[in-house]
């Protein structure tokens, strides 16, 4: 990743930007919190361990229940992935 020179003082807009096509973050999330990240979702078992790949601008780009999907979709899609807590 070539490293990118960043004015002073960013807006909001260039702050959302920053990262984006190639920065990921990977993170857990609950069943509940699906619906509103992944509206296209079924209902899902509240028990069931699921995690989510997003763009850095917060984009959804994958949910899972198998946590190493995430790295190998982000390594398909060349993104540098950092976990979010």
């Known amino acids: 990743m070539q490293m990118k020179q960043v004015p002073a003082a960013l807006s909001l807009s260039d702050l959302a930007h920053l ?9 857990k999330i609950s069943a509940t919190d699906v619906g509103r990240c992944f509206p296209e979702a079924p209902e899902l078992d509240p028990d069931i361990d699921l995690w989510a790949l997003f763009g850095a601008d ?3 780009i ?3 229940d198998n946590r190493s999907s995430t790295f190998f979709k982000a390594a398909e899609d060349q993104l ?3 976990t979010v807590h």
Request: glycine share 16%; proline share 6%; no cysteine.
């Open 62 to 64: 994958l949910l899972t």
């Open 58 to 60: 917060g984009t959804p």
């Open 80 to 82: 540098k992935t950092v």
């Open 19 to 27: 990262g984006d096509g190639e920065v990921a973050y990977i993170r």
